[in-house]
């Protein structure tokens, strides 16, 4: 059984910055590729970042590209997305997901994502 537990959302006002962070439990989180998603109020749950197990590759939405960074610490079982340059539409609960396989790349879908943590909350205000 796996637990993520992210952290580090908030209100920020447009053009700030925010660090989430998700921490993980478990001997094997550092065999498997982790993701961001977020959910906008009234919008269905959308892939925001990806990084290998390896941390040596990394993929994101469109949307965020030079925006956000994400990473991992696999000595501390922790993955990061660093949000920089903020806007309102990045208003959402984010979510952080672990790979359903191990030695795993980057995957976009949900369904290739076997644990999820409980969100975190950011707002971005104009």
């Known amino acids: 059984q796996v637990q993520l537990v992210e952290s580090g959302g908030g209100l920020v006002q447009a053009g700030g910055s925010l660090r989430l962070s998700c921490a993980a439990s478990?001997?094997?989180?550092?065999?498997?590729?982790m993701g961001w998603f977020r959910q906008a109020p009234g919008k269905e749950r959308e892939f925001v970042a990806a990084?290998?197990?390896?941390?040596?590759?990394?993929f994101y939405v469109d949307s965020v590209k030079g925006r956000f960074t994400i990473s991992r610490d696999n000595a501390k079982n922790t993955v990061y997305l660093q949000m920089n340059s903020l806007k309102p539409e990045d208003t959402a609960v984010y979510y952080c997901?672990?790979?359903?396989?191990?030695?795993?790349?980057?995957?976009?879908?949900?369904?290739?994502?076997?644990?999820w943590g409980q969100g975190t909350q950011v707002t971005v205000s104009s």
């Open positions: 997901a672990k790979a359903r396989v191990p030695y795993s790349g980057i995957y976009y879908p949900e369904s290739l994502y076997d644990y």
């Open positions: 478990g001997r094997t989180f550092s065999l498997y590729g």
């Open positions: 990084i290998t197990w390896t941390g040596g590759s990394t």
